[in-house]
């Protein structure tokens, strides 16, 4: 149990469009999503976390209108990135958690973006 | 701001040895895991600590959490290649809005020579 998907698992698009990654919960409700980065060799960095149905708390120094999270039910939460430059590539990886049953988080496979 | 810093960030070493990665953090928590990554995947989550002085092991790895000294220790007993990965904790830190993030530790990435 407790698996969460992303879909694409990797994508690579052009300077100046915008690219769609999505997070599902499969066998469980998620009341909360995080979106985090990660760069070569790097932690993970939190971007934001959201709530189903209501607006995404983003962390400071990330750029609301750059990464448009959009968490529209228990089972799906997505991450659009905006007009993509190549310093936005980088691996995103979604977790999805239960709050009521603990603070675990049960993280997706990432997705490889690259803004070519 | 809570931080997280773990030490060594690069550990090479033989097979067989035995080894302890080291997580400090700043601020009050009592809830840590340890997570396991792979070149070019997600997380694989090996450990949650409770409280303190609490314990969990499996297989060469064993984890403890020191919640008086902000400190968490996963030893590695006489290693093995497989082994070879990059390792991070991450603290849990409940926000102003009473929810709830992980802040993750800079990682140690482990690589065992056979």
């Known amino acids: 149990g407790a698996v969460v998907s992303q879909h694409p698992s990797r994508v690579i698009c052009k300077s100046g469009t915008s690219v769609k990654i999505e997070c599902r919960s499969l066998?469980?409700?998620?009341?909360?999503m995080f979106w985090y980065r990660q760069f070569p060799k790097k932690s993970l960095m939190l971007m934001a976390t959201s709530n189903e149905g209501s607006k995404a708390t983003y962390e400071q120094g990330v750029e609301k209108d750059k990464f448009l999270i959009n968490h529209a039910s228990l089972t799906l939460s997505t991450l659009t990135v905006t007009s993509a430059h190549p310093e936005d590539s980088s691996f995103y990886i979604c977790s999805a958690s239960v709050r009521e049953f603990s603070y675990e988080q049960y993280f997706g496979p990432g997705t490889r973006l690259t803004v070519t | 701001e809570l931080k997280v810093e773990q030490n060594p960030l690069f550990l090479s070493m033989q097979e067989g040895k035995n080894y302890t990665i080291y997580c400090n953090y700043s601020?009050?928590?009592?809830?840590l895991y340890w997570y396991r990554q792979d070149p070019g995947k997600s997380l694989e989550s090996l450990f949650v600590?409770?409280?303190?002085?609490a314990v969990k092991q499996e297989g060469r790895l064993m984890a403890s959490l020191d919640t008086k000294a902000r400190l968490s220790t996963l030893h590695i007993t006489a290693a093995v290649h497989d082994l070879s990965a990059t390792y991070f904790c991450?603290?849990?830190?409940?926000?102003?809005?009473?929810?709830?993030?992980?802040?993750f530790g800079t990682g140690t990435r482990l690589k065992v020579l056979a």
């Open positions: 066998d469980f409700q998620a009341t909360t």
């Open positions: 600590l409770l409280s303190n002085g």
């Open positions: 601020t009050t928590s009592d809830r």
């Open positions: 991450a603290v849990v830190t409940i926000t102003t809005s009473g929810t709830y993030k992980y802040i």
